[in-house]
C-alpha cells in the first residue's frame, strides 16, 4: 500500500512490476493414511526481500488438520505482493505428528523456484503448478503469474449483522483465492472489530478484480473492481441479513 495515497505529478514515471499469487499448497500424494495433523513452515522469497515472507506457519501445538488430499493449507500470508521480476522461491519445512501430538515425521522439506520475467515473455496472466516429492509426500504449489500487477488490498467492515462463510478473490484468468474462511477465522461481526483487512493480491492492471462473498447457507453475493495505480474505493455489499463495505486499496506492486 505503499503508492495508495501517492500524489503522481505530470511527468512522474513508474516502474509496473510482474507479480506473482500463491493461490494454494496442498497434498497430492501421501505415503501414510489420513488424517494428519500438520505444523511448520512455507515461506516465500522475492527480490525485493530474500527474507522470508510467510505463507504458512504453525507451532506444533497448533497444527492444521488434513483430512484429505482436497483440502489445502490455511494460508496466513503473504502480507504484500511478491515480484517476480527475477526468480521467486517457496520453501516448504512441514512435519506431521500422530493423534496425540507426541510422535513426529518430516512431511516435506525442500523448495520450489518459479520463474521470474526475465526467463520468459509473459503477455497475459497465467496459472502454473509445481510438485515438491520428498519421502513421505509430494506437495503442489498453485500459483498465478500476473502480468503488469497492482497490489490490492481488501478490507471488509461488518455494518449489520454478521458473517459465516468465505470470501474469495479472483482476478481475470486466474482462480480463486480465499481471503477468509470462519472455520479458520471465526465469524465476522460488527461488535467493535471494526475493519478487518485480508490477505493482499495482486491484479493485472489490463483485468479486473472479482470479490466473492457465499454464506454458510448460500447466499452469494460478487462485487467488481477496475484495477488502479493508486487510490482507494468501496462499495456495499448484502449478503442474506449481513450489511458490509468493501474496501480496496490500489497500489502499484513495491520494487
Known amino acids: 500500500m505503499r503508492h495508495t495515497d501517492r500524489v503522481f505529478k505530470k511527468g512522474d514515471r513508474y516502474v509496473q512490476l510482474d507479480a506473482?499469487?500463491?493461490l494454494s499448497v496442498k497434498i497430492a500424494s501421501l505415503d501414510v493414511d489420513f488424517?494428519?495433523?500438520?505444523?511448520g513452515t512455507v515461506i516465500a522469497r522475492d527480490s525485493i526481500d530474500?527474507?522470508?515472507i510467510y505463507?504458512?506457519?504453525r507451532e506444533k501445538d497448533h497444527p492444521q488438520l488434513i483430512t484429505s488430499k482436497d483440502e489445502s493449507l490455511i494460508l496466513t500470508g503473504p502480507k504484500r505482493g511478491l515480484v517476480l521480476s527475477d526468480d521467486a522461491y517457496v520453501e516448504i519445512d512441514l512435519k506431521i505428528t500422530d493423534d496425540q501430538g507426541q510422535e513426529e515425521e518430516e512431511l516435506s522439506k525442500g523448495f520450489l523456484t518459479i520463474r521470474g520475467i526475465a526467463g520468459r515473455r509473459l503477455d497475459k496472466s497465467i496459472v502454473e503448478s509445481k510438485d515438491l516429492a520428498t519421502r513421505l509426500s509430494t506437495m503442489e504449489v498453485t500459483y498465478a503469474?500476473?502480468?503488469k500487477a497492482v497490489e490490492a488490498t481488501i478490507s471488509?467492515?461488518?455494518?449489520?449483522?454478521?458473517f459465516s462463510g468465505k470470501i474469495t478473490a479472483s482476478a481475470a484468468?486466474?482462480?480463486n483465492l480465499v481471503l477468509h474462511d470462519n472455520e479458520v477465522a471465526g465469524v465476522m461481526n460488527g461488535n467493535g472489530k471494526g475493519v478487518i483487512q485480508l490477505l493482499p493480491l495482486s491484479v493485472s492492471l489490463d483485468g479486473y478484480l472479482l470479490v466473492t462473498f457465499v454464506d454458510k447457507i448460500g447466499n452469494?453475493?460478487?462485487l467488481g473492481f477496475t484495477p488502479s495505480i493508486k487510490g482507494r474505493v468501496e462499495a456495499g455489499a448484502k449478503v442474506g441479513l449481513t450489511r458490509m463495505l468493501v474496501k480496496v486499496a490500489w497500489s502499484l506492486v513495491e520494487a
Open 20 to 22: 506473482v499469487n500463491i
Open 35 to 39: 488424517p494428519i495433523n500438520v505444523y
Open 50 to 52: 530474500w527474507k522470508c
Open 55 to 57: 505463507l504458512f506457519r
Open 145 to 147: 503469474v500476473v502480468n
Open 156 to 162: 471488509v467492515e461488518i455494518i449489520e449483522g454478521e
Open 173 to 175: 484468468g486466474t482462480l
Open 220 to 222: 452469494l453475493k460478487s
